[in-house]
């Protein structure tokens, strides 16, 4: 009886009370608006079909997006090229539909510029940097004359990337281990950085204000460089163990993450306090896939989404500023694994069905988009999940940013649903030295100089011209199947 009693009082002192339990609970589980995130495939009707993605070994993510267009790199024979879609255009795509076919060599990279939606950049195995403005209402036949050619790397060129808020300037990078600033607007390089990588660059990323650019190198190292000082602010070596590809992304605060490999070939993210690069500040390790996970990140959210290359998941985790800082929300998982993905900035999302992301996911022989939304009753706007994001506007321009000024994103509200502004069209103007000779007088009297109106009316005519030929010459096609058809008939 004793035994008994003493055993009561020994439980009895171990039970808590339900509002002790309750408050461990609250320590358990971490309050987010983000923990009941869930993708969801579109129907199929809403997917671009029959699109041949390229099959080029390079670790890039072969499409771009924005609220117009989606671009997709393809296979071309004799030569690279890539598809320009409207977002509105899906279904099957007809194998006659027109690219964008410039480049001599595969195309490797491809992003939209992030002030002006119909102006995109591309990278390729000839060693050039292309730029292109597309249509208004996208290709009608195909474009093999870009805007500005960039030349200046002396191997392929597998990275561009714009600058966040500076108009007109344009990061690329090498297989020869060097990265060039350019200004688009002049067609010429502002910024060579060429001894800081002794090795290939995997990745290259602006922080939000552009005034820093971090690196992953083959060497295992990831640099904070400060490219206008030509100088490395922070460098860590082996950031990952493992041999495979690492990538690295700023995210909140100056912090930066990477996805690598251990010794061990598992897949790991770490995110890095840029001020002591000792030790990281916090360390996933995921599994033992060997795919190269792609990071996008989503600065509004503070939430970052892993792609890996060949898997059939988007893994994503919320970022925060308590320990352990990276924390994993959930896993989207489909039958068919991607090739690469596009991830659509927050001006283009629908704000109506609480949609915090939109990806678009290439398959092998079509771009699936896939929804990321946050479930919600209200059909108020959600202000809590969508802050004032960075808007089309640039904060400064090319001169002004390599002059020492930066400026953070200009920011939009979402409130009433994102309107896009209409785009002004880009222009390149290469220096030349007889150009401080000419007097204003001269340049106003000027007979070449058109007014808006005019060149606008001359684009609409040679797009209907372009439409007239294309209905020729399929009329003439129809012509010679009737007559074949006629022959087999008979």
């Not at 030569?79 to 099957?92: E, M």
């Not at 060693?127 to 500005?148: A, D, Y």
Request: hydrophobic letters at 35%; charged letters at 25%; one cysteine or more.
């Amino acid at each position: 009886n004793h035994f008994r009693v003493s055993c009561y009082v020994v439980v009895c002192s171990h039970v808590k009370s339900p509002s002790a339990l309750s408050t461990d609970m609250k320590r358990v589980v971490r309050q987010s608006k983000f923990r009941h995130v869930f993708g969801q495939a579109v129907k199929n009707d809403q997917c671009y079909d029959d699109i041949r993605v390229s099959r080029v070994t390079w670790d890039s993510t072969f499409c771009s997006v924005n609220p117009k267009f989606v671009a997709i790199i393809v296979e071309a024979s004799g030569g690279g090229a890539f598809l320009v879609l409207p977002l509105h255009k899906a279904g099957r795509i007809d194998k006659s539909y027109p690219t964008v076919c410039g480049h001599t060599g595969p195309v490797l990279d491809i992003e939209w510029c992030p002030h002006n939606d119909q102006v995109i950049a591309s990278g390729s195995e000839d060693s050039t940097v292309m730029v292109w403005q597309i249509p208004e209402n996208g290709l009608v036949t195909s474009m093999s004359e870009p805007i500005v050619t960039l030349e200046g790397h002396s191997k392929r060129v597998g990275i561009v990337a714009w600058h966040p808020t500076a108009r007109n300037v344009l990061l690329s990078a090498g297989c020869d281990n060097q990265i060039i600033i350019w200004n688009v607007g002049t067609g010429e390089a502002l910024i060579y950085l060429e001894d800081q990588h002794p090795d290939l660059i995997y990745s290259v990323s602006w922080n939000r204000n552009g005034s820093l650019i971090c690196t992953a190198c083959k060497d295992k190292a990831v640099r904070v460089i400060d490219p206008r000082k030509n100088t490395i602010v922070a460098e860590k070596q082996k950031a990952h163990e493992g041999a495979r590809p690492m990538r690295a992304i700023f995210v909140a605060d100056g912090n930066i993450l990477t996805t690598g490999f251990s010794r061990m070939s598992e897949r790991q993210i770490a995110l890095w306090n840029t001020q002591n690069m000792e030790e990281p500040m916090g360390l996933n390790e995921m599994d033992t896939s060997n795919g190269v996970l792609l990071p996008f990140y989503d600065a509004d959210c503070n939430v970052v989404y892993l792609c890996g290359k060949g898997d059939s998941s988007i893994r994503y985790f919320e970022i925060t500023d308590e320990a352990p800082y990276i924390h994993f929300l959930n896993m989207f998982t489909s039958k068919e694994p991607q090739r690469g993905m596009g991830y659509m900035p927050k001006r283009g999302l629908d704000v109506n069905k609480c949609e915090i992301a939109r990806f678009f996911k290439l398959h092998e022989r079509k771009c699936e988009p896939v929804v990321m939304t946050v479930p919600r009753k209200s059909d108020l706007f959600q202000d809590d999940l969508y802050p004032d994001t960075a808007g089309p506007d640039p904060a400064l321009e090319a001169e002004e940013w390599i002059d020492g000024k930066n400026g953070d994103p200009t920011t939009v509200s979402l409130k009433n649903g994102y309107v896009p502004t209409k785009n002004r069209e880009m222009k390149v103007v290469k220096k030349n030295i007889l150009d401080s000779k000419v007097t204003k007088n001269a340049e106003n009297s000027c007979p070449g100089n058109k007014s808006k109106s005019e060149a606008k009316l001359e684009e609409i005519l040679k797009e209907i011209k372009s439409l007239k030929d294309l209905i020729s010459s399929q009329e003439k096609r129809i012509i010679k199947l009737e007559d074949q058809m006629s022959k087999i008939a008979i």
